[in-house]
């Protein structure tokens, strides 16, 4: 196992905006945030500290190890690839949320209300692919400039689609990191609500938009795998722990 425990070159949170024209007389804002904070494991668990000395836990990353009996190969968890705090290693967490349009349910719903069933799924379709995109965009300019731990990739499209690139960004809910709750970890993190206006229902679906929230790992793509079940005592220490 290798730590890629690089000090990022800029360790704090960025606002990224643009527009997007989606007709000649309707425009949607996307949005993105991103952070990278200083953190080290404690088990199963990220701790995320306020600054460099490492002294105040900032939040915790709580993670879900894989269940299924392996004779080969390790049961990972995420938090395996990030440096152990007995280890003395500086390492660091990633975390960032975009959106596809904030505009998107009010365009659609006005398409709707035209009962232009055609321009309402355009709409949406086009938002989701605008989320991917930036997600895709955020995570490179994050690998090559602001984390910096890949400064000279140079892929191309067909290897970026490939995933060729050093890193993951799992994303709460899916198989690597199961436990939707996570994302509230993320919009702490990040103030998500205040930077781009994305929210979190009770149930941890995220609303207005399309959009990606996802933790960033400088762990190789070799490395990772799918969890495909989770014990009930896992899940049952988590909701425990999570309160």
Known sequence: MRWWG???SACSTTPIRCWIGWRPSAA????AFYGLFPANRVGDDVEVYCD???AEVLAVSRHLRQQTEKTDFPNYCLADFVAPKSSGKADYFGAFAV???LEEDALAAAYDAQHDDYNKIM??????RLAEAFAE?????????????AADENLSNEELIRENYQGIRPAPGYPACPEHTEKATIWQLLDVNRHTGMELTESFAMWRGRRCPAGTSAILRASTSRWRRSSAIRWKTMRRVKG
């Not at 949607?28 to 949005?31: F, Y």
């Not at 955020?138 to 910096?148: A, S």
Request: glycine share 10%.
């Open 6 to 8: 690089k000090r990022p």
């Open 28 to 31: 949607s804002t996307r949005a």
């Open 52 to 54: 460099e000395q490492r």
């Open 99 to 101: 959106t596809g349009g």
């Open 123 to 128: 709409v949406k379709a086009l938002a989701d």
């Open 137 to 149: 965009y955020l995570h490179e300019q994050v690998r090559k400039l602001h984390w910096g731990y």
